[in-house]
């Protein structure tokens, strides 16, 4: 199914790219983590400056 005559069939062959594809995602991932989503998020107002914590 995924490799005819000793070569891979075009659908072995996406597998193998699609399998390449997350090993570099990964390995990027490692050498330079990016921070969280949330972590680049900060709640801030219009002028750029934190606002102030609420008070309950």
């Given at each position: 199914?995924?490799?005819?005559?000793?070569s891979p069939?075009?659908?072995?062959?996406a597998f193998?790219?699609?399998?390449?594809?997350?090993?570099?995602?990964?390995?990027?991932?490692m050498l330079?983590?990016?921070?969280?989503?949330?972590?680049?998020?900060?709640?801030?107002?219009?002028?750029?400056?934190?606002?102030?914590?609420?008070?309950?």
């Amino acid at each position: 199914m995924f490799v005819r005559q000793g070569s891979p069939t075009p659908l072995g062959q996406a597998f193998a790219e699609y399998g390449r594809i997350d090993k570099t995602t990964h390995l990027l991932s490692m050498l330079d983590p990016m921070p969280s989503t949330t972590e680049q998020r900060r709640p801030c107002s219009p002028h750029g400056r934190l606002r102030p914590a609420s008070r309950r």
